[in-house]
């Protein structure tokens, strides 16, 4: 079992900026998962927002995140990050961290990720 929890979120107005974090704790390495954020809206699905994998350190993207968006671990503080720049309305969700192992092939979609965080918020005013 992973426990995950998300501090950072707020409400901001657009062009602003947040870090989002995610702190681990569980008899399991941080280091043995890959991470990812993913963030749901009012009446949305939950969507992918990036993952950071746990070898490689290789992240990807959603593409409406792609070049304001960076996410990070630091492993030896059981923490991953989530950096947020010129953030815009369309950014309001609820932004939640999950762990698992995942494939080239699935890390886009939730199924894979066995430990979530309960959230938190982003609001984001024009």
């Known amino acids: 079992q992973v426990t995950l929890v998300e501090t950072g979120g707020g409400s901001v107005q657009a062009g602003d900026s947040l870090r989002l974090s995610c702190a681990a704790s569980?008899?399991?390495?941080?280091?043995?998962?890959?991470m990812a954020w993913f963030r749901q809206a009012p009446g949305m699905e939950r969507e992918f927002v990036a993952v950071i994998r746990l070898y490689t350190w290789a992240r990807h993207y959603a593409e409406s995140v792609q070049g304001r968006f960076v996410i990070s671990r630091d492993n030896a503080k059981n923490t991953l990050y989530l950096r947020m720049i010129r953030l815009n309305p369309e950014d309001t969700a609820v932004y939640y961290c999950?762990?698992?192992?995942?494939?080239?092939?699935?890390?886009?979609?939730?199924?894979?990720?066995?430990?979530w965080g309960r959230g938190t918020q982003v609001t984001v005013s024009s």
């Open positions: 569980g008899p399991y390495p941080f280091s043995t998962y890959d």
């Open positions: 999950a762990a698992g192992h995942v494939l080239d092939s699935n890390y886009d979609t939730t199924l894979p990720y066995e430990f």
